[in-house]
């Protein structure tokens, strides 16, 4: 069972983080104008199909764990009925739902560039109310609005950054693709712009969590909370410097050097993969104990 809770997390973390990233990408990067931006559309509306689905499995998972029984016996309306109703996580839950009700609404009309602009609060709300259902969720009173506070700039910042490495990456196969390429230098420089910021935010909040929820340095590498997140703090220093690689090196060199937009895509899809395996590991992190509860 806790397997597929891992999965069901890790799956609903990274579309609601690529979700996000589509429309931030969409309105900071690629800037519509009047088309419909049909791909990009499909995209989202893939990633929010994949967000309630995965969802409702880990809603599923975690009834059966507030139960004490197994999935099959949890499988049941009223208790589902009263986790929504009577508990805060569930509060969570209903308010995600009609914010997912709303996005899938506003990705069915089929033309407009205002729509990315009203899609996109909702879609920022969505994804950041996931700090309620995490660790800083159920912090204690006198840490707790720190710590959410911290999760929803780092949930932010996560979805310009690693997470919009996707739709970036898609966007500039398309551009190269079309051969378009004044429109790919264009959104390259835009993104490197955007990702800059993005990665300080990314650290500060990280430092932030981490200062609570590990608590001591003998926390960090003597729990599993604590050696996992030395993974996720590897990936995410290997990430950070192809960027910064094709920030330095290959962003100058885009008017001279035929090769740097090829450079710098293939080293988007390499991020993008690091990315992938950063929500793998917080979704293994949400499952477990915080290293200040248990390192001492």
């Not at 839950?93 to 407009?112: E, H, M």
């Not at 050097?257 to 993008?272: F, H, K, M, P, T």
């Amino acid at each position: 069972m806790n397997e597929l809770l891992i999965l069901s997390r890790a799956i609903h973390f990274g579309s609601c983080l690529v979700l996000l990233s589509i429309f931030a990408v969409r309105l900071l990067v690629e800037r519509p104008s009047a088309d419909n931006g049909r791909s990009a559309r499909m995209l989202a509306g893939v990633c929010l199909a994949l967000a309630a689905a995965s969802g409702c499995v880990w809603f599923w998972v975690a009834a059966a764990g507030m139960n004490g029984s197994g999935l099959k016996d949890s499988l049941n309306l009223p208790l589902f009925q009263m986790i929504l109703e009577q508990t805060p996580p569930g509060h969570v839950w209903l308010i995600r739902s009609a914010i997912a009700t709303l996005l899938a609404v506003l990705l069915c009309i089929p033309r407009g560039p205002w729509r990315w602009w009203l899609g996109a609060p909702l879609a920022a709300t969505f994804t950041a109310s996931l700090a309620w259902l995490g660790h800083a969720g159920a912090g204690e009173d006198g840490q707790r609005a720190v710590m959410l506070t911290a999760d929803v700039f780092h949930l932010l910042a996560a979805s310009l950054w690693p997470a919009g490495l996707l739709p970036f990456a898609l966007l500039l196969r398309r551009e190269i693709n079309a051969g378009t390429l004044p429109a790919a230098h264009a959104a390259a420089r835009r993104f490197s712009a955007t990702s800059l910021i993005t990665v300080a935010v990314l650290a500060a909040s990280g430092s932030v969590n981490a200062f609570f929820l590990v608590g001591s340095f003998h926390a960090l590498v003597s729990t599993d909370y604590g050696r996992l997140l030395i993974l996720k703090l590897a990936l995410f220093a290997v990430a950070a410097k192809l960027g910064a690689w094709n920030l330095i090196v290959h962003k100058p060199a885009l008017d001279i050097d035929s090769g740097a937009l090829a450079a710098i895509a293939r080293n988007v899809w390499i991020e993008a993969a690091l990315g992938a395996l950063i929500v793998l590991i917080v979704a293994i992190l949400g499952t477990l104990p915080p290293g200040s509860s248990v390192g001492g």
